[in-house]
C-alpha cells in the first residue's frame, strides 16, 4: 500500500490515535486522556495500525500486589498472630489447645499465628503453655507484615527492605495477597507512522454507506474508507444439530438409498421380544440383572393367541426354546412364560426386527428390507470406551432367496458409503442366527481394523414361530458409536453425550 | 467371554509350530486368537463351543481343521463288576441326574491335573451356568469302594471333610463357612435334603454342585483312575459335559470304562454315550443358505475339518456329529460349519436384483424439520441420557409415583426420565463457562408408568421436545417468539392457557395447547429451581409432547 491507500485505509479511531502519538512512547492512560478514546478502542485500533507497520509497541510486564479476600479481611479484624498476640496480653498463659477457642481462629490460622510469634521471638512454649515473651519488645508495635499489608497495592519490582520480607512471608500464606501480572504497554510511531502522522489525513471518506448516502447519490464524488481485510474479526457461532444426530441422519440416508425402509418401536420391551423370539435361552447369562437393565415393578404381555391354534407364536417358541420345532433340539429346558414377561429397555434393535417380522406375516409382502438406528441400553459402568446407551444400526432382509453372500454384500455397500472400502469378516456366534458373523472394516488413515460388531441370518427357530415355515432373514446389528467418534476424531465415549457448550459450537459438521 | 490360555510349548507338541499363518487359520476357524506370547497362546471361544474348552480338545479341532486329523472315534470298554451308579428317587426333585465314566491308565502330571481342572471350572462357568445346570466331581477311585450311590439326605446328616479342610463339618456349615460353599450355597439352601455320593463303604464322596471330600475327593500326581461323574437339572447338558470330559481325556493316553447307571424313577443308562449323532440335510439347502455350488465330496471334506462325519445313504445325506458338540441343534448349523471350512474370507459379496421401495418414517422426518427450524434461530441440538440421576430428579420433582427405576444399576443412573427439562437444566449448569447467550434444544422418548398404554408394557413412551433460553435478561418473549416462529412454520395452530407449574414462575407460565389438549409448558424458570441447579442466569424455557405431530 502507498501512502495514500494507507491514509485512506484509517479508520476514524487509528486516526485519532494517530493524532495524538509522538516518536516518544505514551501510556495507554495518556492516549486515552488526550484522544478522548476508551481504552478497548484504543487496542482495537493499535492493533490495525500495527498490521500497517505505523507503529511501535513497548510491552512491559509489572508485577502489582494487592490484598487477597483473606487479606481484605485482615486488614479490616487484624492478623491472626496480632490476635492471637492481644489474647495472649490479657493472660499470664495460655494452653496450646485453646488457641483456636480463645482467639476464634480457625486450626489453620492458629498454627500460623504460633509460628510466626515464635519466630518473631514475641512468645515462649513451656510445658504446653503459651507465655509472652516480655524480654525487651513492645508487643504494641506494628509488625512488618502489618505495615505492609496497610500500604498495598505496591509494585513488586520496587520492594525492597522489610516490605520484601514481609512480602515473602504473606506469599507463602494462602489468599492474603495476590500478586496480578499486568501488561505496560507503551506506543509511539514508527518512522512511516511519522510520515504519515506528518500529512493530512483528514480527508473526507465515507465510513459507512448509508440509505440516506445511496439516495442522495452522495457516494459518487467521494472514497470509501478502506477496510483492511484481513484482519480477523470476532468469533460466531450458529445453532446447529447435536453430531451424533447428524451423523445417524447420513446413515439413514444410506439405508434408504439401497431401499430400506426404516422400522420404529418401543425402547422398554418385554423379554419375550428381546430374547425369547431370538431363541436366547432363558438361562443365557445377558438375562442377567448385571447386564440388562430390568425395570422394577412391572409386567409385561406377551402375545398369547394366535388367529389359528398353530398360530399362537408363544407357544411355538415355546417349542423352538424346549426343543422340537423342524428337528431342532432346542435348548432342552422348560420354558417360562413368565420370564418372557419381564420389562426391560432394549439391549439391541433387534427386537424392532422381531416386531416387523410379526407384522409383515400379515401381509406376508416380501422380499422387504428395514433397518433402524436407534439407542440400546446395557447395564454397564462408565468409561472412555463403556456406556450404558450406545446406538446401533439395524437391518433386516427378508427374501425366500437370501443367502449368506447377500448378506456380505449389503454390509459391504453400506460401509462403502460410510467410507470405508475394505471389509473383512470372521466367524461369530449369535444365539439367534446360523451362520453368524463378525465385521471389520479397514480404516483408511488409521491403517487398522475397527471391529463393528454382529451379522448373521435368523435361525429357523426365529423365523418358523412367526412365519410357520424357514423363511431366510438376513439380519446385523453393529454399534454405530464407533463410527462417530472415529469421524470426529473423539477417543472417550463419554464426550458423545457430555453436552458440552464450548466444545458443541466448535464441532464441524458431518460432512460425507 | 471365555478366553482360553494355553500352554504353547504343549499346544505345538500337537499343532506344530504356531506360524503367523497358524494363527490366521485359528481365527478363521472361529477362535480369534487374543494373544501369542513367548510362553502361552489365548484364544476366545464362543459360547456354543465348550468343547473347545481344553489344550486336547482344541489342538484335535485345529489339527482338524488342518486336515492333519481325521473324524474322531472313541473307544469305551464295558463296565467291568461293580462299576455302577445307583440314582435314588431322593434327588429327582433336587439334582435328578448324574452321568458317570470309569478312566484307567492316566499319566497326570501336575500339569494334566491343572488342564482337568481348568477345563471343569471352565465348564461350570459355560455350559453348566455356574454350576447349576452342571456340576463336575473328580475321585482317585482307589480311595472309594464301588459301586457308588447318588442320593438325598437333610443337612443335619450330612457330615464330611470338604476338600482344602482338616477337620469334618456339617452340610449347613460347609453352606456357611467353606469358601465354595458361600459361592454356590444358594444352589441348595432352599431345598430340605442336599444331594450326595455314596460309595459302597458308606463314605460320602461329595456333596454336589458344593464341593468333594479331602478324603475320598482329591485327586494327585499319583493318581492313576478315577471315577467321574456329571451331575445336575438337565440330562442332555450333563450328558454333554460328560463327553468333552471323556474326548479330552481320551487324548491323554488313558482307557475309558463305561458305567451303568441304574435310576429308580426314569430309564437305565450305560455311560459315557460317545457315539456320533445322526443329522439328516439336504445339500441344496446348504447351497441355498451360503449361496455357493457344493458337490457331495466338498461337503464330506468340509465338514470333517469341522470333526463332524459324512454318510449318504438311501434317505439322502447325513452328518455325523461328534457327542461333544452342543451346538448343532438343527441342520442351518451345518452350514455355518461348511461355511468356515469353506472359509468366510472366500465368500465373493452379491447384492441380489431385487426391488424394493424406501421409506422413512413421517414422525422422524418432522422431527428434523423441527431441528432445522430451531438451529435456524440459532439454537444448539443437545442430546442426554434417557437415565437420569435421583439426585438430579430431586432438583425439579417432588412427586416420584409416575417414575419408573431399573434394577441393579451399576452407575447412578437409575431411573429413566419422565422429562426432558430436567437434563435441559442440568446442562445449564454444567456450561457456566460457555458464553452467553446459551440457547439450547433436545427432542427425544421421555417415559412414563401406564396402565393403560396400548403396548405389551405398562409404560408410556413419548417424544418430548424442550427448549431452553438462558441469558441476563432473558424474558417470556424470547422463547414465546421461538414457539411462535417454530408453530408458523409446522403449521400448527396453538393457544396459551394461564395455568401454573411448579417449575415456573408464577404468573408467568402458560400451559400450551394445540388441538384442545394441553401438550406442555412455556415459562420462566421459578427462582428456587435455577437455584436447586446452582445456576447463576435466568432462564426460559418450554417443554412439549410430540405425540400429536406423530
Known amino acids: 500500500m502507498d501512502e495514500k491507500e494507507i491514509i485512506e485505509s484509517l479508520s ?44 511501535e509497541k513497548n510491552i512491559n510486564k509489572e508485577h502489582n500486589i494487592d490484598l487477597g479476600i483473606l487479606g481484605i479481611n485482615y486488614l479490616k479484624k487484624d492478623l491472626p498472630e496480632r490476635i492471637l498476640l492481644n489474647t495472649l496480653s490479657k493472660r499470664e498463659f495460655l494452653p496450646i489447645g485453646e488457641i483456636k477457642k480463645a482467639c476464634n481462629l480457625n486450626q489453620n490460622e492458629s498454627k500460623i499465628a504460633l509460628g510466626t510469634l515464635r519466630k518473631k521471638d514475641l512468645i515462649q512454649i513451656n510445658e504446653g503453655k503459651l507465655y509472652l515473651d516480655k524480654g525487651s519488645k513492645d508487643i504494641s508495635k506494628k509488625m512488618i507484615e502489618e505495615l505492609f499489608l496497610e500500604k498495598l497495592p505496591l509494585e513488586k519490582d520496587s520492594l525492597e527492605g522489610d516490605d520484601l520480607q514481609a512480602f515473602k512471608n504473606l506469599q507463602a500464606r494462602k489468599e492474603i495477597i495476590e500478586v496480578k501480572e499486568i501488561n505496560q504497554i507503551k506506543i509511539r510511531l514508527s518512522e512511516n507512522g511519522k510520515k504519515i502522522a506528518s500529512q493530512d489525513f483528514s480527508i473526507d471518506l465515507i465510513e459507512q454507506l448509508t440509505p440516506k448516502l445511496l439516495k442522495q447519490n452522495g457516494w459518487k464524488s467521494k472514497r470509501f474508507r478502506r477496510y483492511d481485510v484481513t484482519s480477523p474479526v470476532p468469533r460466531i457461532h450458529g445453532g446447529k444439530k447435536h453430531f451424533v444426530n447428524q451423523s445417524k441422519e447420513y446413515a439413514k440416508s444410506i439405508w434408504l438409498e439401497m431401499g430400506f425402509k426404516e422400522m420404529d418401536g418401543p425402547k422398554v420391551e418385554t423379554g419375550f421380544w428381546v430374547f425369547d423370539s431370538l431363541f436366547t435361552a432363558q438361562d443365557h447369562p445377558v438375562r442377567e440383572m448385571q447386564d440388562t437393565f430390568f425395570i422394577k415393578g412391572v409386567t409385561g404381555k406377551i402375545p398369547l393367541k394366535g388367529k389359528k391354534k398353530n398360530e399362537c407364536v408363544v407357544s411355538q417358541i415355546r417349542k423352538a426354546h424346549e426343543g422340537g420345532l423342524d428337528g431342532s433340539k432346542g435348548w432342552q429346558y422348560e420354558w417360562d412364560e413368565e420370564d418372557a414377561k419381564k420389562v426391560l429397555l432394549r439391549t439391541h434393535t433387534t427386537s424392532l426386527s422381531m416386531r416387523t417380522l410379526q407384522k409383515i406375516k400379515e401381509t406376508n409382502e416380501f422380499p422387504a428390507k428395514y433397518f433402524a438406528l436407534g439407542k440400546c441400553f446395557r447395564n454397564e459402568t462408565v468409561d472412555w470406551s463403556h456406556g450404558f446407551e450406545f446406538n446401533q444400526t439395524e437391518g433386516i432382509v427378508i427374501d425366500e432367496n437370501a443367502n449368506f ?19 473383512r469378516i470372521r466367524p461369530a456366534y449369535f444365539a439367534y442366527t446360523e451362520p453368524s458373523l463378525e465385521i471389520d472394516v479397514f480404516h483408511p488413515v488409521h491403517k487398522k481394523w475397527l471391529e463393528l460388531g454382529g451379522a448373521g441370518m435368523f435361525r429357523p427357530e426365529v423365523t418358523i414361530p412367526i412365519f410357520g415355515k424357514h423363511i431366510p432373514v438376513l439380519a446385523w446389528g453393529q454399534g454405530f458409536d464407533r463410527i462417530i467418534t472415529d469421524f470426529y476424531k473423539i477417543t472417550d465415549l463419554r464426550e458423545l453425550y457430555k453436552n458440552d457448550i464450548n466444545k458443541l459450537r466448535e464441532t464441524k459438521f458431518w460432512r460425507k | 467371554m471365555t478366553i482360553l490360555t494355553l500352554n504353547k510349548t504343549e499346544l505345538e507338541k500337537k499343532i506344530g509350530k504356531i506360524t503367523p499363518e497358524l494363527e490366521d487359520k485359528i481365527t478363521q476357524m472361529g477362535t480369534p486368537i487374543e494373544e501369542v506370547n513367548d510362553k502361552t497362546l489365548s484364544v476366545e471361544v464362543f459360547p456354543n463351543r465348550p468343547d473347545l474348552l481344553s489344550l486336547q480338545n482344541f489342538a484335535r479341532a485345529v489339527n482338524q481343521f488342518r486336515e492333519k486329523s481325521k473324524v474322531a472315534q472313541f473307544k469305551i470298554n464295558k463296565p467291568e463288576k461293580d462299576y455302577e451308579v445307583t440314582i435314588e428317587k431322593s434327588v429327582k426333585n433336587i439334582r435328578p441326574y448324574t452321568v458317570c465314566t470309569i478312566v484307567k491308565g492316566l499319566k497326570l502330571t501336575g500339569e494334566k491335573i491343572e488342564d482337568l481342572i481348568d477345563l471343569q471350572e471352565k465348564l461350570h462357568s459355560s455350559i453348566g451356568r455356574k454350576r447349576k445346570k452342571v456340576a463336575i466331581g473328580i475321585y482317585p477311585l482307589d480311595k472309594i469302594k464301588l459301586p457308588i450311590r447318588y442320593t438325598a439326605k437333610i443337612p443335619e446328616e450330612i457330615k464330611f471333610i470338604p476338600l482344602e479342610e482338616k477337620k469334618e463339618m456339617s452340610a449347613k456349615h460347609i453352606l456357611k463357612n467353606h469358601p465354595t460353599g458361600k459361592v454356590y450355597g444358594g444352589l441348595l439352601k432352599d431345598f430340605e435334603k442336599y444331594p450326595i455320593f455314596i460309595d459302597a463303604n458308606d463314605e460320602i464322596l461329595s456333596m454336589p454342585p458344593i464341593i468333594n471330600s479331602e478324603k475320598t475327593g482329591r485327586v494327585t500326581n499319583e493318581t ?80 470333517a475339518r469341522m470333526g463332524i462325519g459324512f454318510e449318504k445313504n438311501k434317505s439322502g445325506a447325513v452328518a455325523l456329529i461328534p457327542a461333544y458338540r452342543t451346538d448343532i441343534l438343527h441342520w442351518i448349523d451345518l452350514a455355518e460349519e461348511i461355511a468356515i471350512a469353506y472359509g468366510y474370507e472366500n465368500f465373493e459379496p452379491i447384492l441380489p436384483k431385487i426391488s424394493t421401495i424406501a421409506y422413512e418414517q413421517p414422525f422422524e422426518k418432522t422431527k428434523q424439520k423441527i431441528a432445522e427450524i430451531l438451529s435456524g434461530l440459532g439454537l444448539l441440538e443437545t442430546s442426554s441420557f434417557h437415565l437420569s440421576t435421583k439426585k438430579d430428579i430431586k432438583k425439579m420433582h417432588y412427586d416420584f409415583t409416575d417414575f419408573l427405576e431399573v434394577l441393579d444399576s451399576k452407575t447412578k443412573h437409575e431411573v429413566l426420565r419422565i422429562d426432558l427439562l430436567t437434563n435441559a437444566l442440568q446442562i445449564i449448569s454444567e456450561n457456566s463457562d460457555a458464553a452467553y447467550p446459551q440457547k439450547i434444544f433436545e427432542m427425544g422418548t421421555v417415559f412414563k408408568k401406564d396402565e393403560y398404554a396400548l403396548g ?71 427462582p428456587r429451581v435455577i437455584k436447586n441447579w446452582k445456576i447463576k442466569m435466568p432462564i426460559v424455557a418450554m417443554e412439549i409432547d410430540l405425540d400429536f405431530l406423530a
Open chain 1, 12 to 55: 476514524p479511531i487509528e486516526k485519532k490515535v494517530l493524532e495524538v502519538l509522538s516518536q516518544d512512547y505514551k501510556e495507554l492512560d495518556e492516549i486515552s486522556k488526550e484522544s478522548e478514546l476508551d481504552k478497548t478502542s484504543i487496542l482495537r485500533g493499535v492493533t490495525f495500525l500495527e498490521n500497517k507497520a505505523l507503529i
Open chain 2, 456 to 526: 405389551d408394557v405398562p409404560i408410556k413412551e413419548t417424544e418430548n421436545l424442550s427448549i431452553a433460553l438462558i441469558d441476563e435478561s432473558i424474558t417470556f418473549t424470547d422463547l414465546k417468539q421461538v414457539l411462535d416462529y417454530l408453530f408458523k412454520m409446522l403449521n400448527i395452530k396453538y393457544d396459551l392457557e394461564v395455568m401454573e407449574n411448579h417449575n415456573y414462575i408464577p404468573g408467568r407460565v402458560a400451559a400450551i395447547i394445540v388441538n384442545e389438549r394441553r401438550i406442555g409448558f412455556i415459562g420462566e424458570i421459578a
Open chain 2, 224 to 303: 492313576k483312575e478315577v471315577f467321574i461323574e456329571c451331575s445336575g437339572s438337565n440330562l442332555h447338558y450333563v450328558q454333554k459335559c460328560l463327553a468333552i470330559i471323556v474326548a479330552t481325556i481320551s487324548e491323554m493316553g488313558s482307557k475309558i470304562y463305561a458305567m451303568n447307571i441304574i435310576d429308580k424313577s426314569e430309564k437305565n443308562l450305560q455311560t459315557p454315550q460317545m457315539q456320533s449323532e445322526e443329522l439328516k440335510f439336504k445339500i441344496e439347502d446348504i447351497e441355498k443358505t451360503l449361496g455357493i455350488q457344493l458337490t457331495e465330496s466338498n461337503v464330506k471334506k468340509f465338514l
Open chain 1, 405 to 423: 453372500r447377500q448378506l456380505l454384500g449389503y454390509l459391504k455397500e453400506f460401509y462403502k458409503k460410510m467410507g470405508y472400502e475394505k471389509i
